[in-house]
């Protein structure tokens, strides 16, 4: 990650989100009016990146989640378990002027990331799973490993084990 952002928990009080605009106005206003209180009420956990000199240039959201077995295709609902853990990648939007120069999967490797270092530290997961708000955006996590749901274009998932070798390779800058 370039030196200039960091990657914290989001803290209306700290981070001016007011100038923060990624294209799609939905994300926007989420974070400006809703992240915080989804944070107090413990829906969802909010995490920006902040640059030094331009403030908040992206953010993504994260959520305890379980999924139906049944939700998965064939060959991924394997094991005895009916419900599966999984953290639920909510929201995910990086400044529109950073677009286009791989920013965007930077950003889904440190969600993907922190997703994981909570698998080791507190809560079980075996999933990692996003509702993309439209096809365009499900084609964004497609190129980067996630498969569709059953009877879904737009929910998609992605195993822990996959998740894993995704965060080696964004480590390893391949």
Same mark, same amino acid.
């Given at each position: 990650?370039?030196?200039?952002?960091?990657?914290?928990?989001?803290?209306?009080?700290?981070?001016?989100?007011?100038?923060?605009?990624?294209?799609?106005?939905?994300?926007?206003?989420?974070?400006?009016?809703?992240?915080?209180?989804?944070?107090?009420?413990?829906?969802? =956990?909010?995490?920006?990146?902040?640059? /030094?000199?331009? %403030?908040?240039?992206?953010?993504? $959201? &994260?959520? +305890?989640? !379980? @999924?139906?077995?049944?939700?998965?295709?064939?060959?991924?609902?394997?094991?005895?378990?009916?419900?599966?853990?999984?953290?639920?990648? =909510?929201k995910l939007a990086?400044?529109? /002027?950073?677009? %286009?120069?791989?920013?965007?999967? $930077? &950003?889904? +490797?440190? !969600? @993907?990331?922190?997703?994981?270092?909570?698998?080791?530290?507190?809560?079980?997961?075996?999933?990692?799973?996003?509702?993309?708000?439209?096809?365009?955006?499900?084609?964004?996590? /497609?190129?980067? %490993?996630?498969?569709?749901?059953?009877?879904?274009?737009?929910?998609?998932?992605?195993?822990?084990?996959?998740?894993?070798?995704?965060?080696r390779r964004a480590?390893?800058?391949s």
């Amino acid at each position: 990650m370039n030196p200039l952002v960091r990657s914290v928990m989001y803290d209306e009080e700290v981070h001016d989100a007011s100038s923060f605009s990624c294209g799609r106005e939905v994300f926007d206003i989420w974070l400006r009016s809703h992240a915080a209180r989804a944070q107090l009420s413990g829906t969802a =956990s909010t995490y920006v990146w902040v640059h /030094r000199e331009l %403030g908040v240039i992206g953010y993504y $959201a &994260l959520s +305890a989640h !379980a @999924l139906v077995k049944d939700e998965l295709p064939p060959v991924a609902a394997k094991g005895e378990i009916a419900l599966i853990p999984a953290s639920l990648l =909510s929201k995910l939007a990086l400044e529109r /002027r950073f677009h %286009g120069e791989g920013h965007g999967g $930077a &950003l889904l +490797a440190d !969600a @993907l990331s922190r997703s994981l270092s909570s698998r080791t530290q507190s809560v079980a997961i075996r999933l990692i799973i996003v509702e993309a708000i439209d096809l365009e955006v499900a084609g964004f996590y /497609r190129r980067y %490993g996630f498969s569709e749901l059953r009877n879904s274009r737009i929910k998609l998932f992605m195993k822990v084990k996959t998740a894993e070798a995704a965060c080696r390779r964004a480590l390893d800058g391949s």
